[in-house]
C-alpha cells in the first residue's frame, strides 16, 4: 500500500520482445483516491500482463493527504461511522458515489503525463501508439472512466474499469470498447448497469461480466471465487479484438 503521493510516477513493464506484440496498458489501482494497493492491483497485473507480451506501466497517482503515521491511518480507517437518521435530510453520504463527485484534476493529470510519456517513449519501449489502453481497479477505475470522459490529449485504444462505479454516463463519440468487470456481492454494484446501458446505446463495443461473487478488491483473484477467472476473459477480449496480434509499430509523430 502506498499513502501520501504528492509525485507521480510510472513503472513499466516490458515483456519479452519474443512476445511483445505492441500493445501497451496503463494500469491505475485503486484505493479510494487515499492510498493505492499496488502488489495486487497493480504490480502483480502489470506481470500477468507482460508475461502475455502486453507492455504494461504501473501509474503511481497523486492522492489525497492522509495521516503520516500508519497507526493514525489505521485508526481513521476504522473510526465509527454514524448512519444517518431517517428523518434528517441534511447528511451527506460518507463515500462519493462516482469520480464526478470528486476533484480529479490532479489525477486526470498525472494520466495524460503517463499517456505522454509512452507516447514520447513508444520506439524505446516497443510500443504501437495506437493500441494504448487503461484498466482501472475501484479507485483506479473511476480514474480510468475519468480520464475517458474528460481527457483532451489521450486517444485509449480500450478501457477495463474492474469493479468501478455502474452509474450512467454521457458516452462520448470517440469512446473506446470496454471490458467491465464487477461482482453481485460488490458495494458498488447494488444492481446498477448504468454504464454499461450508456455504452451499449452509442453504439461503442462493450463487454460485460457480472459475478455471482468476488466482493471488492480482489485484483486477480481471490480463492474459490467465481470472479477469478475475469482476467483470461479480459485477454480473450483483446486477443478477439486483435490487441495481441504482433503488428508492425507505428512510429510516433
Known amino acids: 500500500m502506498a499513502r501520501n503521493i504528492t509525485e507521480?510516477?510510472?513503472?513499466?513493464?516490458?515483456?519479452?520482445?519474443?512476445?511483445?506484440?505492441g500493445t501497451a496498458v496503463i494500469v491505475t489501482p485503486g484505493g479510494g483516491f487515499m492510498w493505492l494497493s499496488m502488489a495486487n492491483e497493480g504490480w502483480e497485473v502489470a506481470e500477468a500482463l507482460a508475461k502475455q507480451g502486453v507492455t504494461a506501466f504501473v501509474l503511481k497517482y497523486r492522492l489525497q493527504p492522509t495521516a503520516e503515521s500508519l497507526e493514525d491511518f489505521t485508526s481513521w480507517m476504522n473510526r465509527p461511522r454514524t448512519p444517518p437518521s431517517e428523518t434528517s435530510s441534511t447528511v451527506k453520504p460518507t463515500r462519493p458515489t462516482s469520480p464526478q463527485e470528486r476533484d480529479l484534476s490532479n489525477q486526470l493529470?498525472?494520466?495524460?503525463?503517463?499517456?505522454?510519456?509512452?507516447?514520447?517513449?513508444?520506439?524505446?519501449?516497443?510500443?504501437?501508439?495506437?493500441?494504448?489502453?487503461?484498466?482501472?481497479?475501484?479507485?483506479?477505475?473511476?480514474?480510468?472512466?475519468?480520464?475517458?470522459?474528460?481527457?483532451?490529449?489521450?486517444k485509449l485504444a480500450f478501457i477495463g474499469p474492474i469493479y468501478g462505479g455502474m452509474g450512467a454516463v454521457d458516452v462520448p463519440q470517440n469512446a473506446p470498447p470496454m471490458f467491465n468487470v464487477i461482482a453481485t456481492d460488490d458495494f458498488l454494484f447494488n444492481g446498477k448497469f448504468g454504464i454499461i446501458e450508456s455504452w451499449n446505446k452509442a453504439g461503442i463495443p462493450v463487454e460485460f461480466h457480472l459475478y455471482q461473487n468476488g466482493g471488492h478488491g480482489f485484483g486477480l483473484g481471490n480463492p474459490?471465487?467465481?470472479?477469478?477467472?475475469?482476467?483470461?476473459?479480459?485477454?480473450?477480449?483483446?486477443?478477439?479484438?486483435?490487441?495481441?496480434?504482433?503488428?508492425?509499430?507505428?512510429?510516433?509523430?
Open 8 to 21: 507521480a510516477t510510472l513503472t513499466p513493464f516490458l515483456p519479452d520482445p519474443e512476445k511483445a506484440n
Open 224 to 253: 474459490n471465487r467465481t470472479s477469478n477467472r475475469w482476467f483470461d476473459s479480459f485477454m480473450y477480449w483483446l486477443e478477439v479484438n486483435k490487441f495481441l496480434e504482433a503488428a508492425p509499430i507505428k512510429k510516433s509523430e
Open 109 to 154: 493529470e498525472d494520466a495524460e503525463a503517463a499517456y505522454a510519456m509512452i507516447v514520447d517513449r513508444a520506439d524505446e519501449w516497443g510500443v504501437d501508439i495506437n493500441r494504448i489502453g487503461m484498466i482501472g481497479f475501484s479507485a483506479g477505475a473511476g480514474l480510468t472512466m475519468h480520464s475517458t470522459l474528460n481527457s483532451k490529449t489521450m
